[in-house]
């Protein structure tokens, strides 16, 4: 047969060529392999638990393209490309497991943009960089010498043609590639692209290169959009504005804190219908009920958050600001400048602290809560992690350590707690029950989204309770005032029916739902002082204020009111982040464009007045985020 007759001489000449062909490529293929590799490392370096097989996906895409440019490039600037991409992403990897071993965190443009604020007290750059971390440069300088040795073998002498159709296609094939591991991110976590509430989980879902190329253009398209100078008129329209809406002043309560402790407890999804509410005989939140009772309690407190969840809700506590139209405030912001409360009454000789039993750089809290001039930040490292129930670190351990931190504090001082363990999604219910001494019976709920969520608030209201009453039993309550109040919703919106049916709830509407946004917040006063029950319809932005009146604050630049002092009629007027709005007798929905009637639950028309309140609302939002954009607080007059 014509085809079974080898010809000897074509085989040869393809052996020949094979071998040169793979020759041709060596330089590619040796440093795809060698920083594939480095990448594989630094995740199991930085979290061997948290770095799984997952992660040679994304860091595949990417490499993929990156490598395809090296086509375009001949001969030893193809190599020169190379060594120069690795060195690139060599030094990248150093400073980011260099960081992470202070911060606990991923680099960020931002973070780098304030490094003055990254460096502790205790900490130098030699500190946190060890020897080993120099074996990721270990094969450029093996590897530099070496191609300069054997320049001759690597001709890669390929047809441009054929160079940039091999471009074309890796090029669209990390992009694909890439395009799907985004998907997968946005499909789970919407909001995380933009918000970065978690940094590793997110390099750990997309990878270390395109986790910086995503930061980065975060970055710049936030510089880029308020690169912009903002025109001097529309600096002192809301520099007017904010100093007419300063309620800091008012007579009630004035100076009540005045040289006393401030101890803020902000809890993790304290929804207000649990608050007074039994179940199958038991109440929920017996001992919140009890310190409710003791204290000034806000039955209409609306939480305000946006993307930036627990840290929106921190963010309008200590700042009464509002939270970033897109992505996170603790983050976008994490660099300007803040007249917080921490600032406030560190400027008084308060000793300031954050206390958080997680992870420092989620939400990027070790970066911002320099930014807020908080004198000390413990976070997960400050803490023995003896006991886990839901997310990490047990409240109850959590509020444990907390206390033995605070009774060494010098006095007086401004203690801001986060709790944890009634975190979404609740699912720890063996930890709950495990630590809980009365155990709740959810009934029919059990194991539903909502039956887990009681018995998780009903284990974290025992280490409130026990916590709130050492803090009485030692003294500490005559000399402090205590503000507790929930960060935002436990049900979220898919989940509503579960609750509605809970409450026997048979029409919701938009008003209903909103209804349900309230939160608890309580201030307690040395010796139960001024208990009762407020119904001003007001929120997290109002706090603040609020505050700043009690502890002679004086603060001209803040978005909410002090709900105690309030004089257009009982309420403050209650701004959401997509622009609803509430001023306790008519609540503005935005997403319908429609008005309710608080009262009746009917819908209400428009009238001139509302429409005013309306546009008063994105107003107010609009100078909020010019302000935040605009870095304002840095140049307003104090
Ligand atoms: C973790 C915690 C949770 O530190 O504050 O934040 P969340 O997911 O509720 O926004
Ligand atoms: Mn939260």
């Known amino acids: 047969m014509r085809f079974s007759v080898v010809n000897r001489d074509y085989v040869s000449n393809e052996t020949r060529r094979i071998p040169l062909k793979i020759l041709n490529y060596i330089d590619i293929i040796l440093f795809f392999i060698i920083l594939f590799l480095k990448l594989v490392t630094y995740g199991r370096e930085i979290s061997p638990e948290y770095f799984d097989s997952s992660v040679t996906k994304p860091i595949f895409a990417s490499l993929l393209v990156i ?53 502790g007290v205790k900490s130098s750059v030699a500190d946190v960089l060890s020897i080993k971390d120099f074996l990721y440069l270990l094969d450029i300088i093996i590897l530099v010498p070496v191609f300069i040795y054997f320049k001759s073998i690597n001709k890669n002498s390929i047809k441009l043609k054929f160079r940039l159709i091999l471009f074309l296609i890796i090029l669209a094939l990390g992009v694909g590639l890439d395009i799907k591991v985004f998907h997968e991110v946005n499909v789970e976590q919407p909001t995380l692209l933009t918000a970065m509430s978690n940094r590793i989980y997110l390099t750990k879902m997309i990878g270390n290169l395109n986790f910086h190329v995503v930061d980065a253009y975060n970055f710049t398209s936030t510089k880029v959009k308020n690169s912009k100078k903002l025109p001097e008129k529309r600096k002192s329209a809301i520099s007017n504005y904010l100093q007419n809406n300063n309620s800091v002043g008012g007579i009630k309560f004035k100076s009540e804190g005045s040289g006393k402790n401030l101890i ?16 199958n005989g038991k109440e929920i939140t017996p001992n919140l009920n009890k310190w409710v009772n003791k204290s000034l309690y806000f039955d209409n407190y609306f939480y305000q958050v946006a993307q930036g969840n627990t840290s929106d809700a921190e963010f309008m506590s200590l700042n009464s600001l509002y939270p970033a139209q897109s992505g996170a405030a603790y983050y976008t912001y994490a660099g300007n400048t803040f007249d917080s409360i921490p600032k406030a009454l560190g400027e008084k000789g308060y000793y300031t602290a954050a206390l958080h039993g997680y992870s420092e750089g989620f939400w990027n809290r070790n970066v911002m809560y320099k930014s807020e ?63 809980t001494t009365d ?50 919703f ?38 139960d002082n001024h208990k009762g029950v407020n119904h001003a319809y007001s929120g997290q932005m109002d706090l603040y204020p609020t505050i700043a009146n009690m502890y002679n604050i004086d603060n001209k630049y803040m978005f909410g009111r002090d709900v105690l002092n309030v004089n257009d009629g009982d309420s403050t007027n209650v701004t959401f982040r997509n622009g609803s709005f509430t001023d306790g007798n008519v609540f503005y929905v935005s997403w319908t464009n429609t008005y309710y009637d608080i009262k009746t639950g009917k819908k209400v028309k428009e009238t001139p007045e509302l429409k005013k309140k309306k546009e008063a609302a994105t107003t107010k939002l609009e100078y909020s985020d010019d302000l935040l954009n605009h870095n304002l607080l840095k140049s307003f007059p104090k």
Do not use: C
């Open 67 to 119: 490598f395809s440019f090296s086509f375009l490039f001949k001969g030893k600037r193809r190599t020169a490309y190379l060594i120069i991409i690795d060195l690139i992403i060599s030094l990248i990897l150093i400073s980011d497991i260099a960081y992470f071993r202070y911060n606990k965190d991923i680099i960020t443009v931002s973070a780098v943009q304030t490094a003055k604020l990254l460096v």
């Open 264 to 279: 803020m407890i902000q809890v993790e999804a304290l929804q207000g219908f649990v608050v007074n509410k039994s179940i």
């Open 373 to 435: 001039k908080f004198d000390d930040f413990y976070g997960q490292t400050s803490y023995k992690n003896n006991q886990t129930v839901g997310m990490g670190l047990s409240d109850e351990s959590f509020l444990n350590q907390s206390l033995e931190k605070m009774k060494t504090f010098k006095q007086p001082y401004f203690s801001f707690l986060i709790t944890l363990s009634s975190h979404y999604p609740f699912n720890d219910t063996d930890g709950y029950e495990k630590y």
């Open 439 to 488: 155990k709740l019976d959810v009934g029919e709920y059990k194991n539903t989204l909502l039956g887990n969520y009681l018995e998780g608030i009903h284990y974290t209201d025992e280490e409130l309770g026990k916590f709130l009453d050492k803090l009485d039993k030692e003294g500490i309550t005559k000399n402090s005032i205590i503000v507790l109040y929930g960060d935002h």
């Open 490 to 527: 436990a049900i979220p919106k898919e989940n509503i029916n579960q609750l509605y049916s809970f409450e026997g709830i048979k029409d919701p509407t938009d008003l209903t739902w909103y209804e349900y946004q309230k939160v608890p917040m309580f201030i307690h006063f040395p010796d």
